[in-house]
């Protein structure tokens, strides 16, 4: 496809996305749970699903028609800059999750904190939008987003106006994002047009990054940033520190960011690897984050009950977590024998385990080759192993291996195919295809293990030929 059909059909398809929004988008008067069949029943119903299914389908077809074939950096961020144009003027799109931000910072602008109480002890003024499950549950989020969420709650003192400022912040993050991006990828040896194509002009970021507006594009700007510096100043103290502050902001926000920093930490050593050096140079990083991490919450006067929070996640219950459909998949095969199995407690349980071993493998091999693009398969090894995994997530391995990857098929379809999976007004179609997705995604589990294991024997054997 040419360049120039491709960023006009990318733009229609944005168009299309924020037309579904403004006729079936996330709304706060809009119902809290409906279905795909209930969504076509209502109001201009067939328009609000073909809309979102043609537009996300233009937006997909042109951010991969150019995958290889991006003009220049300039193009790109011009070409992103048009696509979110409609979905910054869109009604939440995808999400009922700023509302949740709203309350929140309204529980600790009203002296709360929310790592102790839901948004309905306060009771928030505008607790009616957000979705039922989170109305008691501590906030899963890190402390530098729960003081910007109080912070916008107290400037503006209205449900809409905060909307707006949450979306105005998604949108600083992806221009900082954009900034970061091509300084890593040229550290990484990647062509940085290819870096900021594929990472921004990703459908998941204008219909959830910004349609949303998410917080996760505030983790991966700090990130990314911190990324980008640590890699262009190895051994070089002050840079390294100012890169872990950069991490530690990110891993404040939303902890998912934290296990980025030990490779963060090689990358940041000069020369071959060695402990002494790592302790020398990548200390630095290392000190940054936690110095920012403890020194925000101190700072915010909130304690570390925000690590507590993150177990609350686990409360939804989706195919597109892996571990969570092969619990389901045990589930289904007892029911023709009379068995109620509860697997999901046993396999998440095991995907935690296998997680916390696979990130140290992946870390010790990281000794010896790219840490930069290892840090990127840590945070997809951390996706796929979550209880809970929402399409958007898929953006936080995404926006690294983007910049750090030579082969990037395999992860780009999986961020296509999550582009397809979440209704305008945040119906996940997962909840609705259990029986069939779930079967689906263990087979694919099962497929990957497989081919993982075949070509570790195949590795060995060629050592060992040698």
């Given amino acids: 496809m040419p360049s120039h059909l491709a960023r006009w059909t990318g733009l229609a398809g944005s168009t299309l996305l924020a037309l579904s929004a403004f006729l ?48 220049s950096t300039r193009w790109a961020l011009v070409t992103v800059g048009l696509w979110l144009l409609p979905l910054l003027v869109a009604p939440p799109f995808g999400s009922r999750d700023v509302y949740a931000y709203a309350c929140q910072g309204a529980s600790f602008a009203g002296g709360l904190s929310p790592y102790e109480h839901g948004v309905s002890a306060l009771p928030c003024p505008w607790l009616d939008t957000v979705s039922v499950i989170w109305r008691d549950t501590p906030a899963p989020y890190g402390p530098l987003f729960v003081l910007v969420a109080g912070a916008v709650v107290k400037l503006t003192g209205s449900l809409n106006a905060s909307i707006v400022l949450f979306r105005a912040l998604s949108l600083l993050g992806v221009a900082l994002t954009a900034w970061a991006l091509p300084v890593l990828a040229r550290r990484a040896g990647v062509p940085a047009s290819r870096a900021v194509w594929l990472a921004l002009g990703c459908p998941l970021v204008a219909a959830h990054l910004i349609g949303g507006p998410h917080n996760d594009v505030l983790m991966l700007a700090a990130l990314v940033g911190g990324l980008a510096v640590v890699a262009s100043h190895p051994g070089r103290r002050g840079m390294l520190l100012v890169g872990g502050l950069l991490l530690g902001v990110a891993v404040a926000i939303k902890v ?36 920012t991490v403890v020194g925000v919450t101190v700072a915010g006067g909130l304690d570390f009950g925000w690590i507590g929070g993150l177990s609350q996640g686990g409360a939804a219950i989706a195919w597109t977590s892996p571990p969570t459909a092969v619990g389901q998949t045990i589930g289904y095969l007892g029911v023709p024998f009379g068995a ?26 990281a000794r010896t080759r790219d840490p930069l693009f290892h840090a990127g398969l840590a945070l997809a090894v951390t996706v796929a192993l979550a209880p809970v995994v929402h399409p958007w997530y898929w953006t936080w391995p995404l926006f690294v291996l983007a910049a750090t990857a030579r082969r990037t098929r395999w992860f780009l379809v999986v961020a296509l195919v999550a582009s397809f999976l979440i209704l305008p007004d945040g119906t996940g179609l997962p909840r609705y295809t259990k029986t069939v997705g779930a079967p689906l995604m263990t087979l694919l589990v099962i497929v990957v293990a497989v081919r993982l294991v075949r070509s570790a024997r195949a590795t060995r054997q060629a050592v060992a030929a040698d």
Avoid: E, N
Wanted: charged share 10%; proline share 7%; hydrophobic share 60%.
């Fill in 340 to 365: 109620h199995i509860d697997a999901l407690p046993v396999t998440r349980g095991i995907a935690v385990v296998l997680l916390a071993v696979l990130l140290v493998w992946l870390w010790w091999r």
């Fill in 24 to 71: 079936g988008g996330a709304f706060p008067s809009g119902p809290l749970r409906s279905t795909p069949v209930s969504i076509w029943q209502g109001p201009h119903g067939p328009l609000v699903l073909a809309a979102w299914l043609v537009g996300t389908g233009l937006l997909a077809y042109a951010w991969w028609a150019l995958r290889d074939a991006v003009p």
């Fill in 256 to 291: 998912t960011a934290v296990v980025v920093v030990p490779f963060a930490a090689l990358a940041a050593t000069a020369g071959a690897f060695r402990f002494r050096t790592l302790l020398r140079d990548g200390g630095w990083v290392v000190g940054g984050a936690v110095a």
